[in-house]
């Protein structure tokens, strides 16, 4: 049976200024077969993880705003608590919830959906603009071979996002293509608007999509206006989002310092994984090879750029591109909002070049690449096979059996939490204390609306601990986190009790 989307492959071939070798029912059922395989090998990749893991911190504060007793405390807790995100992932989080129960892998399920999706679009788009089997599977397997598979598993927005954008991006390329333009175009239109509702800062991923076009439109003298409304349908969602929004934005941005070796941290972290490495460098290894070959028979031109090329190249190079410029204007405009999370569409950019590279390579020259991508794919697999699949809880060695057991141990909230959450009536001397007061009962916000959760651990601010306690207590302090307490420490010749690879435990010293 046709679908649209290989009716859509099929017509690539007639498309003017599109490569692609021609579509048929049995390369159909070849591209079938290669998504089927990545999915059997991604599914217990993702999925071990996603329930051997334990929460952190901020999949902490989607498990408190799911759980709330009531609906209207849900939204309410989105409204004024910690979490500056719309609601639409809570809502869908919560009805899974209540289908599924509260594991940790129920919670993660939208992320293993979503980070599924994008991966295939990926190669859906790569085959839409001509690229063969081999550089659209290379495609499809970056996502899982980069350090950002960890959000594949973890109970926030970012999955859906990216798998919300992988459909635009199909969308996006069906819009041209004569015979799937409709189909395109609701599909551009349904996908980015899903993903604005997700996550306020999806509006980046979704800007840079303009500016792409903007160019691809400047450079074609053509202004086409029924895909434009389509790019531009997620700013319907927008008068939704404004009472959550205008409450969200009180508490401003966590984040207050900015460096451009976050930059450099943000590509180590993306790219060096050593399973992508890897298949880069067979990949450069084949096209090298291959443009040596064709310079010497052919005359081989690598200066030729069809309107095929040139979308796939431009698309690519500005996702790849797009950390850099938003750190510009961060820095111009003295804003803090750049984390790793925020910037996983540049996968977009990772996956496309390195397919980029395959575009004019035959079938038969590409079988190394193809069996290099399933066996680095294979190898996570096969070690998460060996392993037990059974939840790992936080580990707890920062605060065992220090030396002064009777001294209160004041964590950051990011072990506080999740040793509470996972540890119940146990390591009580255990405390969190918030660097500024409590505001008023009718006024709480931030962290402080937390607490409205039945289930949620307490904890005190500065005020009452100082109060109830007048002698000396540890301090753990996160080596990321709190950085800036470092040298405030070694000035007051605070000694240092226990290092682990995330913390350092103090011990404060209380002047009299």
């Given at each position: 049976?046709?679908?649209?989307?290989?009716?859509?492959?099929?017509?690539?071939?007639?498309?003017?200024?599109?490569?692609?070798?021609?579509?048929?029912?049995?390369?159909?059922?070849?591209?079938?077969?290669?998504?089927?395989?990545?999915?059997?090998?991604?599914?217990?990749?993702?999925?071990?993880?996603?329930a051997t893991r334990a929460f952190w911190l901020d999949e902490l504060f989607t498990y408190y705003i799911v759980t709330m007793p009531d609906?209207?405390?849900?939204?309410?807790?989105i409204r004024r608590g910690p979490d500056q995100n719309p609601p639409l992932f809570y809502v869908v989080a919560r009805l899974l919830v209540g289908c599924f129960g509260e594991s940790e892998w129920v919670f993660r399920l939208p992320a293993m959906v979503g980070y599924w999706v994008f991966c295939v679009s990926l190669y859906v788009w790569v085959r839409l603009l001509g690229g063969g089997r081999a550089a659209a599977l290379v495609a499809m397997v970056t996502p899982v071979l980069t350090a950002a598979v960890y959000y594949a598993g973890e109970a926030r927005p970012y999955g859906p996002v990216l798998?919300?954008?992988?459909?635009?991006?199909?969308?996006?390329?069906?819009?041209?293509?004569p015979r799937q333009r409709r189909l395109g175009?609701?599909?551009?239109?349904?996908?980015?608007?899903?993903?604005?509702?997700?996550?306020?800062?999806?509006?980046l991923p979704i800007g840079l999509l303009w500016l792409v076009e903007g160019g691809l439109t400047w450079a074609t003298r053509r202004f086409d206006r029924a895909r434009w409304?389509?790019?531009?349908?997620?700013?319907?969602?927008?008068?939704?989002?404004?009472?959550?929004?205008?409450?969200?934005?009180?508490?401003?941005?966590?984040?207050?310092?900015?460096?451009?070796?976050?930059?450099?941290?943000?590509?180590?972290?993306?790219?060096?994984?050593?399973?992508?490495?890897?298949?880069?460098?067979?990949?450069?290894?084949?096209?090298?090879?291959?443009?040596?070959?064709?310079?010497?028979?052919?005359?081989?031109?690598?200066?030729?750029?069809?309107?095929?090329?040139?979308?796939?190249l431009t698309t690519s190079l500005s996702f790849l591109l797009f950390p850099i410029l938003w750190m510009i204007v961060l820095k111009m405009t003295r804003q803090t909002a750049f984390q790793d999370r925020y910037f996983l569409s540049t996968l977009i950019g990772c996956g496309g070049l390195a397919a980029y590279a395959l575009r004019r390579l035959p079938e038969e020259r590409t079988a190394l690449v193809s069996v290099a991508a399933w066996c680095l794919m294979g190898v996570p697999v096969a070690g998460a096979a060996m392993q037990p699949w059974r939840l790992v809880p936080p580990s707890v060695a920062e605060i065992i059996a220090l030396p002064q057991l009777e001294y209160?141990?004041?964590?950051?909230?990011?072990?506080?939490?999740?040793?509470?959450h996972y540890y119940p009536g146990r390591f009580e001397q255990l405390l969190y204390v918030?660097?500024?007061?409590?505001?008023?009962?009718?006024?709480?916000t931030g962290l402080w609306a937390l607490q409205r959760h039945p289930r949620v651990p307490d904890w005190l601010d500065e005020n009452e601990f100082f109060s109830r306690w007048a002698?000396?207590?540890?301090?753990?302090?996160?080596?990321?986190?709190?950085?800036?307490?470092?040298?405030?420490?070694?000035r007051r010749g605070y000694p240092i009790v226990r290092e682990t690879p995330n913390y350092i435990v103090y011990e404060w010293r209380r002047t009299p």
């Open positions: 049976m046709t679908t649209p989307i290989s009716q859509a492959l099929a017509d690539s071939s007639a498309a003017p200024n599109l490569v692609f070798d021609g579509d048929d029912g049995r390369s159909l059922r070849q591209d079938c077969l290669t998504v089927a395989v990545f999915t059997l090998l991604y599914v217990p990749h993702v999925v071990h993880a996603a609906w209207a405390g849900m939204l309410d807790l798998g919300g954008l992988g459909l635009g991006l199909v969308g996006w390329q069906l819009t041209r293509q175009l609701v599909s551009l239109g349904l996908s980015l608007t899903f993903v604005a509702a997700l996550h306020y800062l999806a509006a409304a389509a790019l531009c349908a997620p700013m319907l969602v927008l008068p939704t989002h404004l009472p959550f929004f205008h409450q969200q934005a009180q508490q401003g941005f966590w984040k207050i310092t900015l460096a451009w070796r976050e930059l450099l941290d943000f590509y180590h972290w993306l790219i060096g994984a050593p399973p992508y490495l890897g298949l880069c460098a067979v990949v450069g290894l084949l096209v090298v090879r291959r443009k040596r070959a064709l310079a010497n028979v052919h005359g081989f031109d690598s200066s030729t750029c069809p309107d095929g090329d040139r979308i796939w209160p141990i004041v964590a950051a909230a990011h072990l506080y939490f999740p040793i509470r918030a660097t500024k007061k409590r505001p008023t009962p009718d006024a709480e002698g000396n207590f540890y301090f753990v302090c996160h080596k990321t986190y709190m950085r800036h307490w470092f040298g405030e420490f070694q």
